[in-house]
């Protein structure tokens, strides 16, 4: 009886202990940025504006402009949970090819950007290149294509509900993006009580109800950390006029792996939901 309760006793010490671990080492569990900036734009020969973006609270924000010829819009990409925008090259091209001017920021704490990531700091990153299009670009809401990869989407979709409450941005496109991080915590430790430790919500599932703008959602069914029902959920979720874009490939390269399908797919959503029905009456920005 004794030896009983003493494993017993171990047992729920160890539990939580493990519950107490994953409470105090969440931002190193959702964060991952890197500081060293190995590539640029230069790379593929592509001219661009290296910025500093100032967020609300006064942060200091590294964040890229790659400008296209006679831009029919600018992507406002809001990138994923691990390194830096040097990391996303590959998709700045691709959308350059679209004829889109891509802002590319990164999150407080990442890359050459001040301070340390919070969930509350990232959602003011993104308005900061908000603010930076709108007031200092002069481009149009309605020319705003606000993009979110992975834990990015989370962000893109909050920036996208609140800004639409005064105007609505041209689209936003969710890819291989989570429902919410308690449902991605649920899923990964279905043995702790997560969603009571959980410090960090992210809830783009509960944006989207606020959207006033075309919604695209990409996954792919062999996304090896966000699983397809989480892009199917959002699908669902999303107001029309929406499109669901299936692709292949794991979670970090599906874009680059599907190749046309991706972009295809990408240009099919903005040719029919986006730019079909705007002539461009501003200056190419």
Partial sequence: ??????????LVLLYLGLAGWVFVRQDALVYHPMAEMTQTPAIYGLDYEDLTLTASDGVNLNAWFVPAPEARGVVLFCHGNAGNIGHRLDSIRIFR?????????????????????????????????WAFLVEEK?????????FGRSLGGAV???????????????????ESTFTSLPDMAAR??????????????????????????????????????IPYAHGQALYAAAPEPKMFLEISGGHNAGFLISG??????????????????????????
């Avoid at 990164?106 to 950007?113: A, K, T, V």
């Avoid at 430790?189 to 990409?218: C, E, M, Q």
């Fill in 97 to 129: 090819d679209l004829g889109l001017s891509v802002l590319i920021f990164d999150y407080r704490g990442f890359g050459r950007s001040e301070g340390r990531p919070s969930e509350v700091g990232t959602y003011l990153d993104a308005q900061a290149a």
């Fill in 188 to 225: 990964l430790y279905p043995f702790l009580p997560v969603r009571w430790l959980a410090k960090y919500s992210y809830n783009t599932l509960g944006r989207l109800g606020d959207l006033h703008a075309p919604v695209l959602v990409v996954h792919s069914p062999d996304d090896d950390i």
């Fill in 260 to 285: 046309a399908v991706y972009v295809d797919g990408v240009r099919s959503f903005l040719e029919r939901d986006v730019f079909m029905e705007k002539p461009l009456t501003s200056p190419p920005f």
């Fill in 1 to 10: 009886m004794h030896s009983t309760l003493t494993i017993a006793v171990i």
């Fill in 156 to 174: 893109a979709a909050y920036l996208a509900a609140q800004m639409g409450r005064e105007k609505a941005p041209g689209a936003l496109i969710l």
């Fill in 138 to 146: 002069g481009v149009e809401p309605e020319r705003i294509i606000i």
